[in-house]
């Protein structure tokens, strides 16, 4: 079998390289897949790809017509493929959770970086400037935390405040019953010292904060998004930094990120002007889609991509393979039962 794997970095490299044996050969390739790339495919029967790789209509169309069976996606969202567009095609797998720790503990240690300022106290001793002016923070202890989407990542970081003594809210389009303080999405936005996001890019999550979103919240509130970029719209997000209402963000992801983060621009002119702006403002932690990245996660991505891609071609489908209709991969087990095929 012949793996196209695209957006190659080393750590990728190192995690799927114990896989390879002579069933299964991958052809590691460094570039991102996209119209421009996807003619590498050939002679592939799969394609793996990460978060930034852009599986629209046009590369779709292409892969089927170079022979592609699977689209193994070593990421749990898949908000850059048409799954629509893939149906009768080619079929598509993910890796739903990889580590959902690894994300959770990252937010806490985003958090915990801005509003400690250990990013400032760093610097500054590396200087051997020992002064605390302006590393002045607050406590976790007693705020309250709105949590956006309480699934795998969301309830791990809820049992994380809670050990820091925090105040629970959670918003969810589809709550379980389950013990979690849900709450309508305005009632979070007014009561909660720090939002973070944990659910889905879908149309409806979309810029769920914007301008009107952020009006809406308390003055001084921090915001954390280690979920998709495009669920926060950067320029109100940069708007209520300058206006002081916002008073912290901490960003794992960018609505624009695809073709900036992962990759080394130091030397470089960004063009992106939001994304500059909000890098130099004192009360902004950006981190390039790291929340993923630990041993665990890594191991269990490798571990779980192959597994996708064994039991597909052994039974033609697979646990984790992703059904457009319903575009809820937990709930669509009727779908897969009846094949989307
Ligand atoms: P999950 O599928 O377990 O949970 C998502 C939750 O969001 C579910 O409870 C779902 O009901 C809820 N949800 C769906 N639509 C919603 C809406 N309109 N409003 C509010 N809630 C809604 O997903 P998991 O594993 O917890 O991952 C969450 C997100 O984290 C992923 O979608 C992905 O975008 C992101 N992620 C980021 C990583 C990183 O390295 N920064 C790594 C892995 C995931």
Redesign the pocket.
């Known amino acids: 079998m012949n793996i196209a794997f695209f957006d190659a970095k080393p750590y990728d490299v190192s995690s799927f390289e114990p896989y390879l044996n002579d069933d299964i050969k991958i052809h590691f390739f460094e570039t991102k897949l996209d119209i421009e790339t996807v003619s590498l495919t050939a002679g592939c029967e799969v394609v793996c790809v990460f978060v930034n790789d852009t599986v629209d209509k046009a590369v779709i169309d292409k892969l089927y017509a170079n022979g592609v069976k699977l689209i193994a996606l070593r990421?749990?969202?898949y908000?850059n493929v048409d799954l629509g567009h893939c149906f009768g095609k080619i079929h598509v797998v993910h890796v739903?959770?990889?580590s959902?720790y690894?994300?959770a503990e990252?937010t806490m240690a985003m958090l915990l970086t801005s509003i400690r300022r250990i990013h400032k106290a760093y610097n500054r001793t590396r200087e051997f400037n020992f002064s605390l002016n302006g590393l002045t923070g607050f406590d976790l202890h007693g705020k309250t935390v709105g949590v956006?989407?309480?699934?795998?990542?969301?309830r791990v970081f809820i049992d994380i405040c809670k050990g820091f003594g925090m105040k629970v809210l959670a918003?969810?389009?589809?709550p379980?019953d389950d013990g979690i303080n849900y709450v309508e999405f305005d009632e979070l936005l007014a009561k909660s010292d720090i939002i973070s996001l944990?659910?889905?890019?879908?149309p409806?999550?979309e810029y769920?904060i914007d301008e009107n979103a952020i009006a809406k919240m308390k003055k001084g509130v921090v915001i954390i998004n280690?979920?998709?970029g495009a669920l926060i719209k950067a320029e109100a997000l940069l708007e209520g930094i300058k206006s002081r209402k916002i008073g912290a963000a901490c960003l794992?992801?960018y609505e624009e990120e695809s073709d900036i983060f992962f990759e080394d621009y130091s030397g470089h002119i960004v063009d992106d002007d939001t994304l500059a702006r909000l890098i130099t403002m004192p009360n902004v932690l950006v981190t390039s889609?790291?929340?993923?990245?630990t041993n665990e996660a890594l191991g269990n991505i490798a571990q779980t991509t192959i597994q996708n891609i064994e039991e597909f071609f052994e039974k033609g489908t697979s646990a984790n393979e992703l059904c457009y209709r319903c575009g809820r991969?937990?709930t669509c087990k009727n779908h897969r039962i009846n094949k989307c095929f």
């Open positions: 990421c749990a969202g908000n739903p959770a990889y959902p690894a994300v990252h956006i989407g309480t699934g795998r990542i969301g918003y969810d389009k589809f379980k944990h659910c889905p890019l879908t409806d999550t769920m280690t979920s998709r794992d992801v889609h790291q929340a993923f990245l991969v937990d």
